[in-house]
């Protein structure tokens, strides 16, 4: 009986996660990759994003204290980091690195500087709603 309540937890936050606009249909893909033999796969691939993705904030973050500003450094590593966005589906964060991308284009550092904060605050959002709902598939299990 436990289990069923957790599991339709885990559904509904997951479900949440769609309807909110956080995730995308790439996700799903993921989803059907995952199997008996590699019940963590989803979550694996999700890790291995949040690890690479980390990385690349604190790029950009580096080229963005760097005068005189690199927009074609910070346009390239945003593509990466949109690029990772969407291999696991994360839609309002590929969002945000689109809009970053737009300033990059013109040379806008002040749009740039504040579209960067809602890449990262999206980022965080995420990556807790993940890891409450990963957690609670796991206790389901």
């Known amino acids: 009986m436990e289990g069923n309540k957790l599991h339709d937890q885990a559904s509904y936050l997951r479900n949440a996660l769609f309807n909110q606009g956080y995730l995308d249909e790439q996700f799903l893909q993921l989803e059907d990759l995952q199997d008996e033999a590699n019940p963590n796969f989803v979550e694996e691939v999700v890790n291995l994003f ?26 390239n590593i945003m593509h990466q980091f949109k690029g990772s966005s969407s291999s696991i589906g994360a839609k309002k964060v590929k969002k945000e690195c689109t809009k970053f991308q737009e300033y990059c284009k013109v040379g806008n550092l002040e749009g740039c500087m504040r579209t960067f904060q809602e890449v990262k605050q999206e980022h965080a959002t995420l990556k807790r709603k993940l890891e409450n709902y990963f957690q609670l598939a796991r206790e389901a299990r």
């Open 50 to 75: 949040y690890t690479d993705s980390t990385r690349l904030i604190r790029n950009i973050e580096l080229t963005l204290d760097s005068v005189p500003w690199d927009f074609e450094k910070l346009d």
